[in-house]
């Protein structure tokens, strides 16, 4: 019983950081509330059919579009060669990042503040 009230307080520190956060995060920003690299967890989410990636952008697969789980940013930046390029992101909105919470855990990820203590 009191494991299960320790773990129920962990789950809802991490959910009280999502419903406390506003705007969009990179997925790098995401990947390390997991102790991972942004590849690393783009290509987990690639594994579980989240997303794919189409020239050089990660996009989700239709079965996830449309439900307010991400948002693509265009961006100016210069190449190497000092012409004007633009380039897609993906950011993903805060409904995104619970759909990932729940997925992952799910799947037995979860995020460092819910993982036990390593002492």
Known sequence: MQLDLKEAQ??????????????????????????????????????F????????????YKRHMGKGYTDSHTFDYQDKNGHTRANVTTTWTQKGRLFLYELLKDNNILPLIEQDDIA
Not at 24 to 34: C, E
């Open 10 to 47: 962990k789950q809802a520190r991490y959910l009280d950081l999502i419903i406390e956060s506003k705007g969009a995060l990179r997925v790098t920003q995401i990947a390390a509330d997991y102790g991972m690299s942004a590849n690393k967890f783009n290509k987990t989410l690639l594994e």
């Open 49 to 60: 059919g989240v997303q794919h990636k189409v020239n050089g952008q990660w996009i989700l």
